[in-house]
């Protein structure tokens, strides 16, 4: 089974800086996986320890620097590495984005059992560009998956986490899959899968390689554009301290809508 | 030719028009005014019969239309029947704009449809404007509720998805009978590969009990553990209300992920938040910040949650919790009494 693990390189939300201009402050700001593509590949992982013949490829579209991210996804028992960057990628919407690395697999992995996408990417959050693939190569997906239950006759069973309960659903490959989170730990590299990582190489493929034109990748290929970008308003509340329980009481009781006085 | 605003009104498993529907129907009225006095509509997709059923339910939503899809293979979702007869509908439609729940199934959807029709989508927005082109300004926080952004849309249908509780149904009754235009989607050249084998319901006293509390108990690592979140239980039962955990708390354990509230939990705004050892984290306020009155018990006076709390009591939620348990609330309209 060849699996494909979708992986993106997002700032580490937890720590932005302001510019004075309450622009983001770029410089410095630490580039991370994306904690569930990190789910995404455990997946993988997990499926090529438990059945045989698995191959795994991670893919992602980026700047050249994704390459050292993806350098440690073979180290972690990765088969190979694919790196999608060119200028004219840049500025993609979910669409654009879905179309890119849809085509990218078309062309260059047209033999997938699988691909993996985390359900959520913590910058833009937006969960679209899984089905976009999806879309795009006309197969299936299964979105908020909780649990790889089994993969056997070309069939994968999962176990989906909605709001109003759980789902096993059984989908035929070739597919695509979101995943949402899993239990357990992430895996740490191999002293022999770092050597590896180190004298392999990342394939990298820019936008003619994969056959797209210009007008259909990047900003030109995104139908939505940002018009404006601004920080939020802090809530304009002072916080009233109390001193005691008693005091915090009787304010429980107004905001509750009790008694106004 | 009259424009047109398409809201998906999703059927959920126990065959409801799900709320976030009524929010979206009413905040597009204000979007139709601004849009050449745009008709807004429904899409529909459901079991054959349920239409004419709906037609009560759709009466106070304000819409003009509903353009049904009805299919007996469309008795539970699936991404496969629902992205076809969606967009086979919207193309035949041309809506100026289409927007659709941020629910489970929303968000399951609306980026397939999205990219079938070579459109854009834009996702969980908090804010919706028509500008002074006429364009849908679809304004949504990123980088975990930190920027916001406002995002136009080249295509047609602009769309975008909105989490439940974002925007409030209509007040009064909007009542306009609507007119149901029924369409036909073959739908016999669809391979369906994905096949629904289980379903277990959560409880019902667990779901929704957050969405529609008027008052909310939430705790977070501050609660420390499961006899910290007991305590809170006891205390939230005693005021009527539900409880909410941050992801902080959920990850120890003490709470499970559809208590969660925040950017990846839930969105919920009611007319009380009491939040219990939690730091206010952006990730977390982001769910929780348009409550109607906010209160804060934390040990670090300086946390931020107290930023956007209404009333703060700095201290220790192991002392202030038992403390105020001792105080019964009566009825509506008593105030608390200290019991003996
Ligand atoms: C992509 C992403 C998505 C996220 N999504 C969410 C989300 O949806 N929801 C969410 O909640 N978080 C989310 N987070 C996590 C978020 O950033 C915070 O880590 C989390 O909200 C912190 O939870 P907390 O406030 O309970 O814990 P902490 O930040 O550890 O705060 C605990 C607080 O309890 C107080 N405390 C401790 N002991 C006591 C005591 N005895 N009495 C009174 N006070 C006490 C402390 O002073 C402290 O302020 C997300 C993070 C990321 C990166
Ligand atoms: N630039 C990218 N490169 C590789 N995978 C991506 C990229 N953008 C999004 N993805 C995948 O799509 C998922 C959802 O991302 P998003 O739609 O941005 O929330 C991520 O978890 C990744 O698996």
């Given at each position: 089974m060849k699996i494909v693990v979708c992986i993106k390189q997002v700032p580490d939300t937890s720590d932005i800086k302001w510019t004075e201009n309450n622009t983001i402050q770029r410089e410095g700001l630490e580039s991370v996986m994306n904690p569930y593509d990190v789910y995404a590949l455990e997946a993988a992982l997990k499926l090529k320890k438990s059945y045989d013949n698995i191959e795994i490829t991670t893919l992602s579209m980026g700047p050249l620097q994704a390459g050292d991210m993806l350098k440690k996804t073979l180290a972690l028992g990765v088969d190979n590495a694919i790196l999608l960057s060119d200028r004219k990628f840049a500025a993609a919407d979910t669409y654009a984005t879905g179309k890119t690395i849809g085509t990218a697999i078309k062309q260059k992995?047209?033999?997938?059992d699988l691909i993996i996408c985390g359900q959520f990417a913590i910058d833009g959050d937006t969960a679209q560009t899984g089905p976009s693939i999806a879309n795009t190569l006309n197969i299936p997906q299964v979105t908020y998956i909780q649990e790889i239950i089994s993969s056997e006759n070309g069939e994968l069973k999962v176990r989906r986490e909605l709001d109003d309960g759980t789902e096993i659903v059984k989908v035929k490959l070739p597919a695509l899959i979101c995943m949402l989170q899993d239990y357990f730990e992430p895996a740490r590299a191999r002293i022999n899968g770092i050597i590896k990582a180190q004298n392999s190489e990342i394939t990298t493929y820019g936008l003619d390689d994969i056959g797209l034109l210009p007008e259909e990748a990047g900003l030109r290929g995104s139908p939505t554009y940002v018009s404006k970008a601004f920080r939020p308003e802090p809530k304009n509340t002072e916080c009233v301290f109390v001193n005691s329980a008693e005091e915090l009481a009787e304010k429980i009781q107004i905001c509750k809508g009790g008694k106004n006085d | 030719m009259t424009k047109e605003i398409l809201i998906y009104a999703e059927v959920t498993r126990d065959n409801y028009i799900h709320t976030v529907f009524f929010e979206l129907a009413n905040k597009a009225q204000e979007l139709a005014e601004k849009l050449d006095e745009a008709e807004v509509n429904a899409l529909l997709i459901s079991p054959k019969g349920l239409a004419a059923d709906y037609r009560e339910a759709f009466?106070?939503?304000?819409?003009?239309k509903i353009y049904v899809c009805e299919d007996d293979r469309l008795k539970t979702y699936s991404t496969e029947y629902f992205t076809k007869a969606a967009v086979e509908i919207a193309k035949e439609v041309q809506p100026e704009i289409l927007l659709l729940g941020a629910t489970n199934q929303g968000r399951d959807l609306a980026p397939r449809i999205s990219t079938a029709l070579h459109t854009g989508l834009t996702a969980d927005c908090t804010g919706l404007d028509i500008n002074e082109k006429g364009q849908l300004a679809a304004t949504r926080p990123t980088f975990g509720g930190q920027l916001m952004a406002t995002i136009l849309c080249k295509n047609l249908p602009q769309m975008a998805t909105v989490r439940p509780k974002v925007f409030k149904p209509?007040?009064?009754?909007?009542?306009k009978p609507a007119d149901i235009i029924y369409k036909t989607v073959n739908l016999d050249e669809i391979e369906k590969k994905v096949e629904l084998l289980e379903f277990h319901k959560k409880l019902t006293t667990e779901i929704n009990e957050l969405d529609s509390a008027e008052i909310i108990v939430a705790g977070g690592r501050g609660m420390k553990n499961a006899d910290g979140f007991k305590l809170l239980k006891e205390f939230a039962d005693k005021i009527g209300a539900a409880v909410g955990a941050s992801r902080a708390a959920v990850e120890m354990g003490l709470a499970s992920h559809d208590m969660q509230v925040g950017q990846t939990g839930k969105t919920v705004t009611p007319k009380l938040y009491i939040a219990c050892g939690i730091s206010g984290a952006i990730q977390h306020t982001i769910g929780m910040d348009k409550s109607e009155k906010i209160i804060a018990i934390n040990?670090?006076?300086?946390?931020?949650?107290f930023e956007i709390a209404d009333f703060g009591l700095a201290g220790d939620v192991f002392e202030i919790l038992p403390e105020l348990l001792k105080y019964k609330a009566l009825t509506e309209d008593a105030s608390w009494k200290k019991l003996p």
């Open positions: 992995l047209p033999d997938f | 009466k106070n939503s304000g819409i003009s209509a007040e009064k009754d909007n009542i040990k670090d006076e300086k946390a931020p949650i």
